[in-house]
């Protein structure tokens, strides 16, 4: 398998464009998450999905950005209008999330991508 | 809400020397915690996961300790060397496969 993968690797745009980001997960994986790095903030979860339905958006900074999963292979995070304070490294994981009667099953092992390094000026 | 504490000063240590790094946190009783290695313009990669119910957890020159009353997990690289130079995140979980990262604890192992 290839991993995950997510494009473009770099965005440059300029404030108030729209700035879509692309993941494709491992195949066989049920939960994908999307995370923002920055030095200031550290790694944070912005949203994650679970068998493609989001299971918690609480990190979403606010309405400009919104993620959506149509499928088990593809989720995309959409950044409208974009602002130079949404500059950072947006990384996508994924995992298979197995738990028997309650119990966690495996390492819960998340597989991050390689990132997407957005420049919003 | 949870807060997450690694040291953000980078950790210096000789080549053959055990690393130890450090994981707090309050306001969280996760019952899993999971270390991860991050090296630069990468994401992150995952080393190991411990339970709430498991004091320690091994994987070759790895160690992981747990104290959930403490609230702290230790992690440590025996005999580091030179390609152990990297950041190192912990993640702590609970609410079904939801993980929070601490900041890292950047590790330069010098030879």
New interface residues.
Partial sequence: DAG?IQSPRHEVTEMGQEVTLRCKPISGHN?LFW?RQTMM?????LI?F?NNVP??DSGMPEDRFSAKMPNASFSTLKIQPSEPRDSAVY?C?S?L?L?VAGV?EG?????????TRLTVT | SQKIEQNSEALNIQEGKTATLTCNYTNYSPAYLQWYRQDPGRGPVFLLLIRENEKEKRKERLKVTFDTTLKQSLFHITASQPADSATYLCALGGDFNKFYFGSGTKLNVKP
């Fill in positions: 995950v939960s995370y903030r550290g790694l944070e979860l994650y679970n299971i918690d990384f994981a995992s999330a738990r966690l390492t819960y092992e998340q597989y991050f991508g390689p990132g």
